[in-house]
């Protein structure tokens, strides 16, 4: 069974099991225009009688899409179109997001190529019996619904939504409400198809993927990239290794480094400089417990308190062949890890990637 149809399996058997809270989330996301958030949705509920004393531990349980970036601790209980579909009076919010949907489509097909198209609180029928007092709520809805035909917007009584242009296609043509879930599912089904081929492609060996994580506009990143990139190359096709200004993809930019960092097998950090940036990106690499490898430029500054007695590649304005040497016995290392954490391993767990935090250069 693929990781997809588990994922889908578990996803519905946590909705059925925590049916009666979810349809309080969604009569609170009605009333305020929001998702509660845990704390006060655990308030309300010793307010309520049967009470529900677990809703932080029902938040965390909620089943990740594999490949997806999904905080440790839930914040909050958002729910998606395909959880709504049976909850009662929710088929006027749904039918308002499938009607913004299909005007998204109509305004993304008549935009002038590039331009940043949008949808607006305007653009849906306000006749609609039912609708009306639901389409105010779109943005809120839409943005925490993933995968959506939308990206980023503003809000209010005059809302206005941007149109994604990587995913708007897929919605072409979108009937009704379960025709909406489908495409969805489609999607996702997609991520974790890619996520299945990942991991089977770490079990036969590669090809292995690095993120490199760094400052693009320093006056010595391209110097340093090019000192990376000289060591990847000497692993052929068994390694790629990308940056985040490499991806032209369209959509939010710290979600995308975010996901990158989920799906890489390794991460390669320079830490010259001491970028705010790259220091969360590290910790979060560590935090995940991603093999990293880090260098640093040795005639610019010193490397941070935290991190100073890890061992890392210091490289000079010039490396030197000795310094590229090292820096593809680290990588080379991180990858002898990964092939033994999944040797070592139940190829039914999907945690088994990484063990521990460990930083080895």
Known sequence: MGSFDEWRRADEQWARDNAELLEVVFQWFLSNG??????????????????????QQIANSRPGIPGQFA?????????????????????????????????????F??????????VRLGDLPAATPGVSA???????????????????GSYGDDWAIGINPATIMKFE??????????RQLQIIKG???????KIGNVQRGGPFHAFI????EEEWSNDSRSFIDSAVSSFGTNLVAERADDNDFPGRVTEQIVNSLEEADLVISDITGNNA????????AHARSKPCVIVKRRDIGSAPFDIYDQRRVDYSSDPTEEETDRLKRMIRASIDQIKNSVNQEDPGDMGRLFRGPTFLA
């Open 34 to 55: 929001e998702w509660p958030e845990v704390g006060a949705l655990q308030h309300a509920m010793y307010q309520r009688s049967p009470r529900i004393e677990n809703v």
């Open 71 to 107: 905080s440790a601790i839930a914040q909050g209980i958002q729910l998606g179109a395909r959880h709504l579909l049976n909850v009662p009076g929710a088929e006027y919010l749904l039918a308002s997001t499938v009607r913004a949907t299909q005007i998204a489509v109509e305004i």
């Open 109 to 118: 097909l008549t935009s002038t190529p590039g331009e940043y198209a949008q």
């Open 134 to 152: 639901t389409r105010k709520l779109v943005p809120n809805f839409v943005l925490s619904d993933h995968p959506t035909p939308f990206a980023g």
């Open 173 to 182: 043509g979108v009937e009704d409400s379960s025709d909406y879930v489908s």
């Open 191 to 197: 991520w974790c198809d890619d996520h299945d081929a």
């Open 213 to 216: 994580v760094m400052p693009f």
């Open 277 to 284: 940036n790259v220091g969360w990106e590290l910790g979060f």
